[in-house]
């Protein structure tokens, strides 16, 4: 890694994404700290190291930074943590001097929207930028490996599509998305991410597009059952109406400037997972 690259790293959350960033990161020699409530030694591999925090401490959070000599916080927290404690962080970077903060996206575009989760996001990225810590925000549509589970696959082996399932949706795998942040978070200069937004794109399908392709009959329904469903219901809705592009400016309700996949550039020569590699039926 270049001297003029970010050197050690700091990750809140370990769940679907934030493990693989962990590995990644630790597959490039980086120096990584995990914030966690409760440490569980035995699940962190090797070359990595856990730091035990109070997410409602700010003043705890920045010694804890400061000890590990933190440039760059990546945040990976659930939805449950998206208001005051994913705040807390960005208060705590602040305090210890953190050089870039990667908030909890990793999904549609959220740029200005106020509504639910998203004004979580949005109202971060306006308070990182008013305390003055830089911010670098990735937006890779969905994740390639939740299709099934998007469309409640499991309970009748039919896609179960809300509304018409053809607007263009943005896929990428967990794996590219985490590789990509590892990469371009220790080689690329931090001048070229401070403050950035990148628009990734593994693949790009509609919902009925990938039906025809696995020859699975669409099931048109009103709602996806199921202990998340009420979830996926709300993601499908969101995604029929084309915010599922990677590219989607929520702002003006239709594709930016910045298209879909204008991010992978950064990542030269990367071979991303199309959603035929992924999902199997």
């Known amino acids: 890694m270049s001297s003029a690259t970010y050197k050690t790293f700091a990750i809140a959350g370990l769940g679907l994404v934030g493990r693989p960033i962990l590995d990644a990161l630790l597959a490039r020699n ?3 700290v995990v914030l966690t409530r409760s440490p569980k030694e035995d699940t962190l591999p090797t070359g990595g190291k856990f730091a035990t925090i109070d997410f409602n401490d700010v003043s705890g959070i920045a010694k804890v930074l400061e000890e590990h000599h933190v440039d760059v916080l990546i945040s990976t927290v659930g939805s449950e943590a ?22 909890s996206e990793f999904g549609v575009p959220t ?64 794996s590219d998305v985490a590789g990509y942040v590892a990469h371009v978070l220790t080689t690329q200069p931090p001048k070229k991410l401070e403050n950035g937004v990148v628009r990734l794109e593994g693949d790009r399908a ?7 392709f696995f020859k699975i009959d669409v099931n048109h329904v009103s709602k996806i059952t199921g202990t998340m469903g009420p979830t996926y219901t709300f993601l499908q809705h969101l995604l029929d109406t084309g915010a599922g592009s990677a590219g989607w ?9 910045e298209k879909a996949g204008s991010g992978n550039a950064l990542w030269e020569g990367h071979q991303w997972k199309r959603i035929v590699d992924v999902v199997k039926v």
Do not use: W
Not at 95 to 103: E, I
Not at 251 to 257: H, R, T
């Open 82 to 103: 998206l208001g005051q404690q994913q705040m807390n962080l960005a208060d705590a970077s602040k305090q210890a001097g953190v050089k870039l903060f990667v908030p």
């Open 249 to 257: 400016d929520p702002l003006s309700d239709s594709e930016g400037p």
């Open 206 to 212: 509609s919902l009925a597009d990938i039906a025809a």
């Open 30 to 32: 980086a120096s990584v």
């Open 111 to 174: 740029v200005g929207r106020k509504d639910g989760i998203f004004g979580y996001k949005t109202n971060l990225i306006e308070h990182l930028r008013k305390i003055g810590v830089p911010s670098f925000c990735v937006f890779n549509g969905c994740f390639t490996e939740g299709i099934l589970d998007l469309v409640g696959y499991e309970s009748n082996k039919e896609f179960n599509v809300i509304g018409e399932g053809t607007a263009p949706i943005s896929f990428t795998a967990v």
